[in-house]
């Protein structure tokens, strides 16, 4: 099994700034790529941006510029700065990996998700 722990989520002023955690967790020989989505309250969740093994970055619109996503693969870990936050970027944040497990082949895990709350 496979387990994403997201950190880093909260209450922020708009025009601040947060940065989130996703760490994985268990029975796998490599992940592939990890991402990063957020699903707003009556919304679909939507890909706010994804990067490969190798570094290679995509983002959504909405967050270019803005949002910068990394990963430190000794640690199995994506990051997610988030800077100039605006209102329209509360959501729950979630944690995506794309998994070369031991047990299950390669397959997708979320994480549980992590508010963010950005104010007016």
């Known amino acids: 099994q496979v387990q994403l722990v997201e950190s880093g989520g909260g209450l922020v002023q708009g025009g601040g700034s947060l940065r989130l955690s996703c760490a994985a967790s268990?029975?796998?020989?490599?992940?592939?790529?990890m991402g990063w989505y957020r699903q707003a309250s009556g919304k679909q969740r939507e890909l706010v941006a994804d990067?490969?093994?190798?570094?290679?970055?995509n983002y959504a619109d909405s967050v270019k510029g803005r949002f910068t996503i990394s990963r430190d693969n000794a640690k199995n870990t994506v990051y997610l700065q988030m800077n100039s936050l605006k209102p329209e970027d509360t959501a729950v944040y979630y944690c995506?990996?794309?998994?070369?497990?031991?047990?299950?082949?390669?397959?997708?895990?979320w994480g549980r998700g992590t508010q963010v709350t950005v104010s007016s």
């Open positions: 268990g029975s796998f020989f490599s992940i592939n790529y």
């Open positions: 990067i490969t093994s190798g570094g290679s970055t």
């Open positions: 995506n990996a794309n998994v070369d497990t031991v047990v299950v082949g390669t397959r997708d895990y």
